[in-house]
T-cell receptor, first 113, second 111 residues
Framework: DTEVTQTPKHLVMGMTNKKSLKCEQH?????MYWYKQKAKKPPELMFV???????INESVPSRFSPECPNSSLLNLHLHALQPEDSALYLC????????????FGQGTRLTVV | GENVEQHPSTLSVQEGDSAVIKCTYS??????FPWYKQELGKGPQLIID?????GEKKDQRIAVTLNKTAKHFSLHITETQPEDSAVYFC??????????FGKGTTLSVSS
């Protein structure tokens, strides 16, 4: 099983809303990632969690707040987003951060209105 | 930091032809090079990968080659089929960091 499950699949939110994206994996992976992907662009790294601790934050604005409640779950809390934050948000996991296969979820298509 | 260049940005082939996509990386410490296929509306799917201690790897119609000296790696797809049409991304991982992606290649296979 190489499945990473993301919910919801689609999300429309206003600029004053608070919402959360969820990601789950049951492969025993200890590294989890959030990527942002704009149309016709490659995924851009946002955050890396290793053993449930935030290890990389790629200078992401504070309106994006990650959380790793346990080794299987990863959340991304959203608050006061801008229309330019509309994108596909991808979660991925891998056994370790060091050169191991990373598996992606199907993503959450976020639209900020 | 690591930088990954990918060419071409678009590639059109006839069914049955071969397709080659090339990537170069900048950091000689990079040690893991996966390739992902992304279909419309879906997340990237890992299709093949290679590590820095190997020069070539093959899986049915797909192969990847790595030239560490020149710092480039390539994806080869033989006997292409319409279902191979997608966006392909190369990536590189320096030990202990997450993946850095190339800009992607849109492959179109016409029957």
């Amino acid at each position: 099983d190489t499945e990473v499950t993301q919910t919801p699949k689609h999300l429309v939110m206003g600029m004053t809303n608070k919402k959360s994206l969820k990601c789950e994996q049951h492969m025993g992976h200890r590294a989890m990632y959030w990527y942002k992907q704009k149309a016709k662009k490659p995924p851009e790294l946002m955050f890396v969690y290793s053993y449930e601790k935030l290890s990389i934050n790629e200078s992401v604005p504070s309106r994006f707040s990650p959380e790793c409640p346990n080794s299987s779950l990863l959340n991304l809390h959203l608050h006061a987003l801008q229309p330019e934050d509309s994108a596909l948000y991808l979660c991925a996991s891998s056994q370790e951060t060091r050169g191991t296969e990373a598996f992606f979820g199907q993503g959450t298509r976020l639209t900020v209105v | 930091g690591e930088n990954v260049e990918q060419h071409p940005s678009t590639l059109s082939v006839q069914e049955g032809d071969s397709a080659v996509i090339k990537c170069t990386y900048s950091d000689s410490a990079s040690n893991y090079f996966p390739w992902y296929k992304q279909e419309l509306g879906k997340g990237p799917q890992l299709i093949i990968d290679i590590r820095s201690n190997v020069g070539e790897k093959k899986d049915q119609r797909i192969a990847v080659t790595l030239n560490k000296t020149a710092k480039h790696f390539s994806l080869h797809i033989t006997e292409t089929q319409p279902e191979d049409s997608a966006v392909y991304f190369c990536a590189a991982s320096v030990g202990g960091t997450a993946l850095i992606f190339g800009k992607g290649t849109t492959l179109s296979v016409s029957s």
